[in-house]
């Protein structure tokens, strides 16, 4: 069970997008499925194409520095820093913050144009995740349609590798939806492609500030 505090960041969502009461149940369950992965020492792994590439990006930054809270390291950090770099234990500990650990499976490019030459081009994403995905990590897939043969494919690899799903489509769902492919399916209520995407970024904000919230928050 995640903090009260941290449950409310959905309902503040909600009041600030009123369209976004129809996926209330499968925000908290996102909200839940991030925290009790990281409760338990583990990463979030985020991907998707295009416009959705960079909100996984997005995701990402937002997860592994501060967002909204400042992040401060704790006592046992500092006595490390100073006991392995004391002189510049001073500078890390006034800049560095605590990190939620994430991944963006967009970014490798060296990794995913290899293996888009050498082997096959969709499943490029389900090859990151055979090989770093561990059982209690958590995918954000993001899919606009809920169509991408890619995303897809993660899907079905992070299943494979015991890892929990969470999907951010558009109000169809796509395929993600009807096939029951994702562990959460947060189908926002929008039909367009760039209104879908204008939704998913105050969605995906606000896991990253309840995530926060949860492990740097009062």
Do not use: W
Request: glycine fraction near 8%.
């Amino acid at each position: 069970m995640v903090k009260e505090s941290t449950r409310n960041k959905v309902s503040e969502l909600i009041e600030r997008y009123p369209a976004l009461l129809v996926c209330k149940a499968d925000l908290e369950a996102a909200v839940e499925a991030i925290c009790e992965s990281y409760r338990s020492g583990h990463k979030l792994i985020a991907c998707g194409n295009g416009g959705s590439a960079s909100d996984a990006e997005h995701i990402v930054g937002e997860l592994m520095k501060g967002f909204l809270l400042p992040r401060k390291l704790g006592s046992d950090m500092e006595a490390k820093m100073r006991a392995v770099c004391p002189d510049e234990a001073d500078y890390f500990m006034e800049n560095l913050q605590g990190a939620l650990p994430a991944l963006s499976m967009v970014n490798q490019v060296a990794l995913n144009t290899a293996f888009a030459n050498d082997q096959a081009p969709d499943l490029a994403f389900a090859q990151q995740l055979l090989g770093m995905g561990d059982a209690g990590d958590v995918l954000v897939a993001i899919s606009t349609s809920g169509n991408s043969t890619n995303v897809i494919y993660a899907l079905q690899m992070a299943k494979v590798k015991g890892v929990k799903t969470i999907a951010l489509t558009g109000k169809s769902g796509g395929k993600i939806k009807s096939r029951n492919l994702a562990d959460v399916c947060i189908c926002v209520p929008d039909d367009e492609t760039f209104r879908i995407q204008e939704l998913h970024l105050p969605v995906y904000h606000m896991l990253c500030i309840a995530a926060e919230n949860e492990f740097f928050g009062e």
